[in-house]
């Protein structure tokens, strides 16, 4: 089974609305991370937002923000009114494991293009 | 500075040839790691290290060693190329310390193609 499932591999929005990015997770782990991170053309990997599993609250940073639902075991990114530059790839991530035995699971990314 | 640099940043190369790939961080962080992305796939972890004497396979280490020279340098060695190991390797760094616990932090990539 899939650890991490992004079901949307493309999505296209218009400038200014917000979006939504899907990310599922599986694990048995009581404590994990959960993580997103943007891939522009240019390729570098770049990290935007942290959710831990014993989080009370959604994790936000600026215009991302975490739709964090534990029992859905889904961590959705939303992007508030989103800018061309927010064209690229985004990827889950699931941090699990005991301390010292840490592993990283990437989903396969959303492809999100803004529209002018 | 950028806080995790690659070298070289794109490399092209002909099957059967030793090809090393390195890795250098100012972060400060014990933990580093190898990745490689392909078309339509996430990240795939090849090696990762949590300190300089701890040096583990990920999940697709065959044909790829490493080596942890000191604590900011994290070398990817391919003993000889093939071309399906044509891809982008990202080197990352975290601290499993922190409010952001093992946060992983990726260098620019290099992208690698094997002729």
Redesign the interface.
């Known amino acids: 089974a899939q650890k991490?499932t992004q079901t949307q591999p493309g999505m296209f929005v218009q400038e200014k609305e917000a979006v939504t990015l899907d990310c599922t997770y599986d694990t048995s782990d009581p404590s994990y991370?959960l993580?997103w991170?943007k891939q522009p053309s240019s390729?570098?990997?770049?990290?935007l937002i942290?959710q831990?599993s014993y989080d009370q609250q959604n994790a936000t940073e600026g215009r991302y923000s975490l739709n964090f639902q534990k029992a859905r075991k889904s961590a959705n990114l939303v992007i508030s009114a989103s800018q061309l530059g927010d064209s690229a790839m985004y990827?889950c991530?699931m941090?699990e494991g005991a301390?010292?035995n840490?592993?990283?699971?990437?989903?396969?990314?959303t492809r999100l293009t803004i529209i002018p | 500075d950028a806080d995790v640099t690659q070298t070289p940043r794109n490399r092209i190369t002909k099957t059967g040839k030793r090809i090393m790939l390195e890795c250098s961080q100012t972060k400060g962080h014990d933990r580093m790691?190898w990745y490689r992305q392909d078309p339509?796939?996430?990240?795939?972890?090849i090696y990762y290290s949590?300190d300089v004497k701890d040096i583990n396979k990920g999940e697709i280490s065959d044909g790829y060693s490493v080596s942890r020279q000191a604590q900011a340098k994290f070398s990817l060695s391919l003993e000889s190329a093939i071309p399906n190991q044509t891809a982008?390797y990202?080197c990352?760094t975290s601290d499993?310390g922190g409010y952001?616990?093992?946060?992983?932090?990726?260098?620019?990539?290099t992208?690698l193609t094997v002729l």
């Open positions: 991490i991370g993580f991170y390729g570098e990997m770049i990290f942290y831990g990827f991530a941090r301390f010292g840490e592993k990283l699971t990437f989903g396969t990314g | 790691y339509g796939l996430g990240l795939r972890l949590f982008l990202f990352a499993p952001q616990r093992d946060t992983q932090y990726f260098g620019p990539g992208r």
